[in-house]
């Protein structure tokens, strides 16, 4: 279908309060990994005036909760009502310096699931090299200050494994070791967890059952979708946004017709 008439239907859509009947009962995660301008856009970032638009977008139309706000709906059972919650992945540096700042100013929760061995590093993962760009991680006095601003922490592994395809070792290394790293980095508990790539293949079941054990509360894909009520947190799903949906529009058209899923 063509981009126009994908924003034409989801502009359709909300503004007929159709959306109340198509997301009724039920939440929405959204996945941001960059924000920042720049003058080759990646499928991974999004400029700081569409940020803000989603933002606003998310305001108006949905009920913008804390994911720690949402797992606990889940495991206490009650009734959903179009929550979303804002999440970003890896811990960019842009995040703190761009995406903070509007979360700010419109009043509204998110979570930052972090790659603790990376933070205040200059690594280069596979997929920035391969395209010859470097986009820098925070600092941990960085990630301390989102903490203290009453933004939530999260773990994104130590090294942004695939825990689809590591030993069981290096799974527990990659999952109990990089929560023990970010709790002692900011002085407090951290109960959230988010998989690297986020596909079904990315996540052995055993490596489900690790993070449930080891004291977390949720776990997060990022193949689309949204939750319902009765949802188990540890296969909570998320809507990455990324260039793939340049408008808030788009992305209400693709979510509200169920069709964010992208098993493959
Ligand atoms: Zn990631």
């Known amino acids: 279908m063509r ?7 989801g502009r359709t859509i909300f503004e007929s309060h159709l959306d109340a009947l198509l997301l009724r009962n039920s939440a929405v995660v959204v996945t941001f990994h960059r924000v920042k ?11 700081v005036d569409l940020f803000e638009a989603y933002c606003r977008f998310f305001k108006r139309y949905f009920n913008v909760v804390s994911l720690g706000s949402l797992v606990a709906k889940l495991e206490d059972g009650v009734t959903l009502d179009r929550e979303l919650a804002i999440t970003f992945d890896d811990g960019y540096r842009d995040n703190f310096e761009h995406a903070a700042p509007v979360l700010e100013k419109l009043d509204l929760p998110a979570t ?16 920035d090299r391969d395209i010859g760009v470097r986009h820098p991680w925070m600092t941990w006095d960085q990630v301390r200050s989102l903490h203290r601003r009453g933004f939530e922490l999260g773990v994104h592994t130590r090294t942004h494994a695939d825990l689809g395809s590591v030993t069981d070792q290096e799974a527990r290394e990659e999952i109990v070791g990089a929560r023990r790293e970010l709790e002692e980095h900011v002085g407090a508990r951290v109960e959230l967890f988010a998989y690297p790539y986020g596909r079904l293949a990315n996540l052995a079941e055993t490596n489900r059952h690790l993070i449930q054990r080891s004291g977390f509360r949720c776990c997060c894909s990022c193949f689309g979708g949204v939750n319902a009520p009765g949802t188990d947190p540890f296969y909570l799903r998320r809507v990455p946004i990324s260039s793939q949906y340049p408008s808030p529009l788009q992305f209400a058209f693709e979510v509200a017709l169920g069709r964010s899923v992208q098993l493959a």
């Open 3 to 9: 981009e126009w008439v994908k924003r034409l239907v």
């Open 37 to 47: 301008d720049t003058e080759t856009p990646e499928g991974l970032t999004v400029s």
């Open 112 to 127: 930052f699931f972090i790659v603790t061995q990376w933070m205040g590093t200059d690594v280069i993962p596979w997929w």
